[in-house]
């Protein structure tokens, strides 16, 4: 009998029958080593009201939940409850520990505090004045937006800056956490920069993070994948939860 290694009918070929019957649309799955990171704002924060002082830590605002804002750090905890959660992060300042709190509690994490995490320095416009004066329409606030810097208010912190100290603590984190999940809870500048640095984006193109919304980046190698920004399926069930303030 003669056969036809070419024809893929032939009886006697041993790979007959071995070829794919559909190719299936492709999975995204994070690659052996990659650390998985769910970027969280903080849940919204207490109001400012003039004549009353808010604490400062280090020159930050650092004002406590709201109580709408531990409403949804709890909210945030039963979304993530069955949920893989390795560790979890937070900044120097207690909003977003108070955020991070019921998730701890729920998988028996105690938080890690990086200093680095902390909100934009804001300058001048510490101590309550930056959401009197976006809600104003300074100029200057009008000019921040408008060119994508917060460094046209007096003082603060520039893009360049903050990207140089947020970046490189993401990539110790990941570095420290290879095949896990890390939640890391932070701030509207904070979240807007990092995914701007994820994804080559303008400074000011992911700015405004919905409280308690989640984020998620995958970092490997160097290499930074966005897989979703300002996830708040768990809040109002609306597309977006209404943020408070940018801080």
């Known amino acids: 009998m ?23 649309q492709y999975r995204f799955a994070p690659p052996p080593g990659a650390c998985e990171i ?17 604490p400062l830590v280090d020159g930050h605002d650092d004002p406590a939940l709201s109580a709408d804002g531990r409403a949804q750090a709890e909210r945030l905890a039963t979304r993530l409850a069955q949920e893989r959660v390795d560790a979890i992060y937070v900044s120097s300042l207690q909003r977003t520990q108070e955020t991070a709190a019921p998730t701890a509690a729920a998988h028996g994490l105690t938080p890690t ?9 804001l300058g001048e416009w510490e101590g309550g004045l930056f959401r009197q004066r976006v809600s104003e329409n300074d100029p200057i606030a009008e000019a921040m937006f408008r060119e994508g810097r917060w460094d046209v208010i007096p003082g603060a912190e520039s893009h360049e800056q903050l990207a140089a100290r947020l970046v490189p603590v993401l990539e110790r ?4 956490h290879p095949d896990q999940r890390v939640m890391v809870v932070v701030h509207g500048g904070v979240i807007g920069a ?3 640095h994820a994804s080559g984006g303008r400074p000011f193109a992911f700015v405004g993070a919905d409280n308690a919304s989640i984020s998620h980046l995958v970092i490997h190698a160097g290499r ?15 597309l977006s939860a209404q943020a408070e303030a940018l801080t």
């Open 224 to 238: 930074w994948i966005v897989r979703r920004f300002n996830d708040t399926g768990h809040l109002d069930g609306e």
């Open 113 to 121: 505090i990086e200093h680095d995490l902390r909100e934009v320095f």
């Open 38 to 54: 769910l970027l969280v704002r903080h849940g919204e924060s207490a109001a400012v009201v003039p004549g009353i002082e808010i």
């Open 2 to 24: 003669i056969t036809d290694p070419t024809d893929p009918t032939d009886p006697t070929d041993p790979t007959a029958g071995n070829e794919p019957t559909e190719y299936r």
């Open 173 to 176: 984190i990941a570095a420290t």
């Open 194 to 196: 990092l995914i701007a």
